[in-house]
Every structure is written in C-alpha cells, then in structure tokens.
C-alpha cells in the first residue's frame, strides 16, 4: 500500500491545461468525496479528485455549507469542483465567482444524478433531455469559465427508449467543454445491473475532439484497464469502487503506468494493494483524523467515519459486535480502544474485500414532470419545477 504520488512521468490525459500523469478521476459522491477523502485518497495515487457536489444556486447564495464545502486544504492541487444547476444564469454565476475569486482549477457539470426528487423536477440524470437548456446552461458555464477546463458528466439517458448522451455530448463539445464523462447506466437503472460499456465505445467513436472518460463498475486497476481497452476511452472515472479503499487510486497508478510504459509490469503487480487488516485499521484512522479536521469537531468527524466501517473492513475477520461498536464511535479515543482489539496480522482476504461496494438500488421507473417526455423543448410551467431541483443531492 505504498504512495505512488511521488513520480512523475509524462501526461497521460489533459484536461484543457491540466496534465494528470495518469488518467484516473476520482468521482464526486454526496457525503464521501470531501477534503478528508480527497486528501487520502491524494496519500495513495494520483491524478484528478473532484469536490462534493456544489449547488450552484447555493453557491450564488453563499450559504455557509456551500462555501465550506468549496474550500481545499494547501495540499489539494489541481482544485477540482462539481456544480450542479438547472438554469443557465445561476450555473454561470457560479461559474464566475469560483473563476473570479481563484476557488478552482477544474469545473464539472452533473447530468448524471439519477436520484427521484432530483429527476423528478427535471434535474440531473432527466435534463439533457431538454437539449435546448442543456447546451444554454453548458454554453453558459464555458465561457463563464474561461482559461478553467470546464467539463461533464453524464449518464446514457432517462431509460432505454429515451437515451440522450450521443445527442448532449455533441453539444457539450460544441461548446468546447474540456471532457466528456459518461456513467454507462440510464437513470432507470440506477446502479443496478451492469454498466454498458459499449455506449462508452459508442461516446468515444462520435466525440473524436475531446477527450471521453467512462465511468460504472471500476471496482480494480484490472477493471479500469480493461475498459480503456475495450472502449479506447481516454481516461476513468471510479466512484462506489474506492468506498473504504482509498488505496485503489495506488493500484490505478502503477496499473496505468505499466500499461504505458513507464513501470515495469511485475512492479506494478508487486504495487498492488493486499493490505492485512493492521494497515486497513491504520488508513480507517486516518480517515477519521482528516474528518475531524475538515469538520473542525471531534464528535461530527467521528460520526462521519461510521458510515465508512463496512466499507472498509468488508471481507475481513471483524465481528458483528465490533462492527456496531466502531458504526457508534463518538472519539477518536475510543476509535484507537476499538482498532486495538483487532488481530493486525489478519491477511487480505482476497476476493471477500473485493467487488462491489455501495448500494447499486434497482431499476425503476424515474420520476419526472408532468409532460417531460412529451417533447424536447421546455415548457414554461416546467420552467417553475425545475427551479424546484435544485436540492443538495449528488449521484450519477
């Protein structure tokens, strides 16, 4: 489980100006992807980490939690953020102040949240299906944006029937976005199932000018490797597959690096984290000092950290009664009293820690407005649900 950080070979992937060295995007999730998973994550590996979604109206607003939760820690560089909107002079705004007030060095898009009360009001996952306002407000933030690589992300569609990502990505790189990013479900399908990688090779085929990056069921190095081969995207995005693995973006480093040439294969391989469980007890720790530095409270970073106990110990010889204890931590004392009583000697359990990880829901009919799939355009009594979706949810 050693920090692959430390070198620096050529650029595998540019973003606009950024040149990541390998071509690995770590996805923005609600609740997960703040400073203090970003940081550790940084610890292991390299190349993009992305905020937790931002509401752009929010952000305009200046609320406190908007405001903290776009502020990096020193060490954090390039500073990547994801803004979620529906109407294209908020999305521009925000895109503005984070330009003006030097906030960012990245800034992404989400089309791709698949949650109800988001779709629901034509948010997310179901906007692109209204591809007059998806390229207003993409058009919008990219001049917004000026010199700051201003991508998106996105999923297949609303359902089967009506799929929208070939049609939204030509408009995305008409506008001149940086890249496209696609999660290869619909929003009907949520997580479940199996990503569609072959849409990613459809992506990737039709946008030839910008660069496409795929995302859905990276849960290791071999998976990601696999899809660059398959699709010929340029680059990954992982999200549920580091959940209680921050050390993952170690594996993708040495695995990207050996495919490119840089690393001999068998180090690679020999780089490959098999960490027994002292080492897991050891990053969970700190995960839960960063939290409690990014919260500014020992009681909140604490209660944070619980929700990260299955995810990090899945596969290995822990309890049930221990489980329950450290999901119920209230310091970081008693999170060292527990992490004690644990045998750190315990081996990787192999393929028990392996897989997927988060919960993957099950196919269902997306919630929309009245009428949404009646036509492409958008209809002024629609106009009044959308200013509804703008919630503090994230996904895609």
Not at 38 to 49: K, M, N, V
Not at 147 to 166: A, C, E, N
Not at 234 to 246: I, N, T
Request: include cysteine.
């Amino acid at each position: 489980m050693s920090a692959t950080a430390t070198i620096s070979p050529a650029p595998q992937l540019t973003i606009g100006p950024l040149a990541l060295d390998v071509p690995v995007v770590l996805a923005p999730m609600a609740g997960i992807t703040n400073t203090a998973f970003r940081r550790l994550c940084r610890e292991f590996g390299a190349g993009l980490y992305v905020s937790e979604m931002i509401t752009s109206r929010a952000l305009v607003e200046r609320t406190p939690e908007s405001m903290r939760l776009i502020t990096h820690h020193e060490s954090e560089t390039p500073r990547s953020i994801q803004l979620y909107g529906v109407d294209p002079k908020t999305v521009s705004e925000a895109v503005t102040m984070l330009v003006a007030e030097d906030r960012a060095d990245h800034i992404d898009l989400n089309f791709g949240c698949p949650v109800p009360k988001v779709t629901r009001k034509g948010g997310g996952a179901a906007l692109p299906w209204k591809l007059g306002l998806f390229r207003d407000i993409v058009e919008g933030a990219v001049r917004a944006a000026g010199p700051i690589p201003l991508t998106v992300k996105m999923r297949k569609g609303i359902d089967s029937d009506h799929l929208t990502y070939l049609e939204a990505a030509k408009a995305a790189e008409g506008a001149g976005v940086a890249s496209i990013a696609l999660h290869a479900r619909t929003a009907a399908e949520f997580y479940s199932g199996h990503a569609d990688w072959s849409a990613i090779a459809r992506l990737k085929e039709t946008i030839t000018g910008t660069p496409v990056l795929g995302n859905g069921d990276i849960w290791s190095s071999a998976d990601a490797i696999r899809m660059v081969d398959e699709t010929g995207c340029d680059g990954v995005v992982v999200g549920r597959g580091c959940l209680g693995r921050p050390w993952l973006f170690g594996d993708l480093a040495a695995a990207f690096r050996a495919r490119s040439g840089e690393l001999d294969p068998e180090i690679a391989a020999a780089a490959q984290a098999h960490p027994t469980l002292g080492q897991v007890a050891a990053t969970f720790r700190r995960h839960a000092e960063l939290l409690v530095e990014f919260f500014e409270s020992e009681e909140r970073g604490c209660r944070d950290i619980r929700k990260h106990v299955a995810w990090y110990f899945k596969g290995y010889p822990v309890g049930g009664d221990l489980r329950a204890s450290l999901a119920t931590v209230e310091s970081l004392q008693q999170l060292d009293d527990l992490l004690a009583t644990l045998d750190g000697n315990q081996p990787y359990p192999g393929e028990g820690a392996e897989g997927p990880r988060g919960r993957a829901g099950t196919p269902k009919n997306p919630a929309l407005p009245d009428g949404w799939l009646a036509s492409r355009e958008l209809h002024g009594y629609q106009k009044v649900e959308l200013a509804e979706a703008e919630l503090n949810n994230s996904g895609g």
